[in-house]
């Protein structure tokens, strides 16, 4: 196994600069809603005042050699349900994103972006202190058929009831308790 | 010019979004159809998500660089002031002075609503003005981010979802080794 050529850390405050400069948008509507976040409202998403009891997180990927902005991903606690009383914990990802110049490219240590960006997320998810509920989602365009597949690849298959006609919500398998 | 504009508007017919913008319209009645594509209703309702996708790919063509001059031909802002003769729109910076006649016959008359002025210069002393009934995106009702948190702390699922949900949940999918730097 060679090295890893990546790098992953948490964002902070001092990376609003470089989160504006993220691109990763090209034609397709959802694409630039998703830009827009990262560019204008991410980081007041998970460092604002109350958010914090969401335990909303961050993730920025780069390329070592370059010291590039790769990918950006976030997610934070929420919980599934039919109302405030009856109702599951589960980790929603708020968003994943690749830069333009990495879309479907690997690292130089042959590591894929997309997968070190995907797993990036679950491992935080998995690692977190307190412990997060395996049960993770994600809100996917239902034309975003690359972030479908990708979803599909690390597990989100199951799609739950649509909230909205053109959004897909995909949670992670489960099994029927015995 | 105008060849290209029908040319960046036939591109954006064939869209995927104004497909599906045609096919939702194509199960209202005909007289729903014809107060919202007349701008009798402010709000877009429940095509407020399909219509901002629209509205998105169209500033996206506005913007560029060979459609400049379109700037100065049309003004797109909200109602700030009114009265008896005319109203006020401010949006992006610019005020227009709007006849109240105009205003009012695309139903836009009220201090918040949404409109849209088209100067159309026939000479330097000449131009041809027109109001077109701007549609509310940014309400609330009707309207869905996926970015939002949910309201009531808690991501509305149905009752069958959630009986599954209360299953055991796989254990995650991690392929690769990653530390990460706090």
Same mark, same amino acid.
């Given at each position: ?20 400069r ?26 604002a005042?109350g958010?914090?009891? *969401? ?10 050699p370059s ?38 490219k690997?690292?130089?240590n042959? *590591? ?11 491992t *935080? ?7 997060? *509920? ?19 690849r ?21 099994h029927?308790?015995? | ?48 998500? %399909?219509? $901002?996708?629209l ?5 996206? %063509?506005?913007?560029?660089?060979r ?18 003769a005319?109203v006020? %729109? ?7 002075? %709007? ?15 949404c409109?849209?002025v ?58 690769i080794?990653?530390?990460?730097? $706090?």
């Amino acid at each position: 196994m060679t090295s890893p050529t990546w790098q992953v850390r948490v964002a902070t405050e001092k990376d609003r600069a470089l989160l504006t400069r993220f691109r990763c948008a090209n034609k397709e509507p959802w694409e630039r809603e998703v830009e827009f976040q990262i560019q204008k409202r991410l980081l007041d998403w998970a460092l604002a005042e109350g958010a914090a009891a *969401d335990d909303p997180t961050v993730l920025l990927v780069f390329d070592v050699p370059s010291r590039a902005l790769v990918g950006v991903a976030a997610h934070e606690r929420q919980f599934l349900g039919t109302n405030a009383l009856d109702r599951v914990p589960a980790t929603k990802i708020h968003l994943a994103a690749i830069s333009n110049k990495w879309q479907g490219k690997k690292f130089s240590n042959g *590591d894929q972006v997309s997968h070190v960006l995907m797993n990036a997320v679950l491992t *935080d998810i998995a690692t977190r202190v307190p412990p997060r *509920d395996p049960r993770v989602f994600a809100i996917v365009h239902e034309h975003n058929t690359r972030s479908r597949a990708l979803c599909k690849r690390f597990g989100l298959v199951k799609e739950l009831q649509r909230v909205n006609p053109s959004y897909l919500i995909l949670v992670t398998e489960h099994h029927p308790v015995k | 010019m105008a060849a290209e504009i029908a040319t960046a508007a036939a591109r954006l017919e064939k869209s995927r979004t104004f497909v599906h913008l045609l096919t939702r319209l194509a199960e209202l009645p005909p007289a729903v159809v014809t107060a919202i594509a007349g701008g009798e209703l402010a709000a877009a309702g429940p095509f407020v998500d %399909v219509i $901002r996708q629209l509205a998105m790919g169209t500033a996206v %063509v506005r913007q560029q660089r060979r459609f400049a001059k379109l700037a100065s031909w049309y003004h797109v802002g909200r109602i700030s002031s009114v009265a008896e003769a005319y109203v006020i %729109v401010d949006g992006g910076g610019k005020q227009s002075f %709007v006849p109240r006649s105009l205003a009012h016959s695309v139903w836009r008359e009220r201090i918040g609503e949404c409109l849209a002025v088209m100067n159309g210069p026939v000479d330097e002393r000449e131009m041809i003005v027109r109001a077109a009934p701007g549609i509310e995106l940014e309400t609330e009702t009707g309207s869905y981010s996926p970015f939002a948190r949910p309201e009531g702390g808690f991501q509305s699922v149905s009752a069958a979802d959630l009986a599954y949900l209360r299953g055991i949940p796989r254990q995650l999918q991690i392929t690769i080794p990653i530390t990460i730097e $706090r």
